[in-house]
């Protein structure tokens, strides 16, 4: 069982920046594809960021790429969602998904999820 846990939300002025975290507690997140999903009033959980499946490529929704940046630090358990030049449109509850062994970019290939992180962005 991996229990995972978001932090870092906010509010935020538009062009703004956050950077949000997901941790673990009492185990490594090595072997896991980690990935982040944000879902907004309304709208179904769409993908945002994610590692391969050997954690040395990232991949990105097109709305975000360029602006966020998705990473992690092995040795504290952490994986990092760096949020630059936020609009309006990124408000939503984030959250930080896990899978020991499928990954993409759709919801149901992962098992393990965090309670959520909710960015509101102000215009």
């Known amino acids: 069982q991996v229990q995972l846990v978001e932090s870092g939300g906010g509010l935020v002025q538009a062009g703004g920046s956050l950077r949000l975290s997901c941790g673990t507690s009492g185990r490594t997140l090595n072997g896991y594809v980690m990935a982040w999903f944000r879902q907004a009033p309304g709208k179904e959980r769409e993908f945002v960021a994610r590692f391969s499946r050997s954690g040395d490529t990232a991949y990105y929704a097109a709305s975000v790429k360029g602006r966020f940046t998705i990473s992690r630090d092995n040795a504290q358990s952490t994986v990092y969602l760096q949020m630059n030049s936020l609009t309006p449109e990124d408000t939503a509850v984030y959250y930080c998904?896990?899978?020991?062994?499928?990954?993409?970019?759709?919801?149901?290939?992962?098992?393990?999820w965090g309670q959520g992180t909710q960015v509101t962005v102000s215009s």
């Open positions: 998904a896990a899978d020991s062994s499928r990954y993409g970019s759709t919801p149901s290939q992962y098992t393990y």
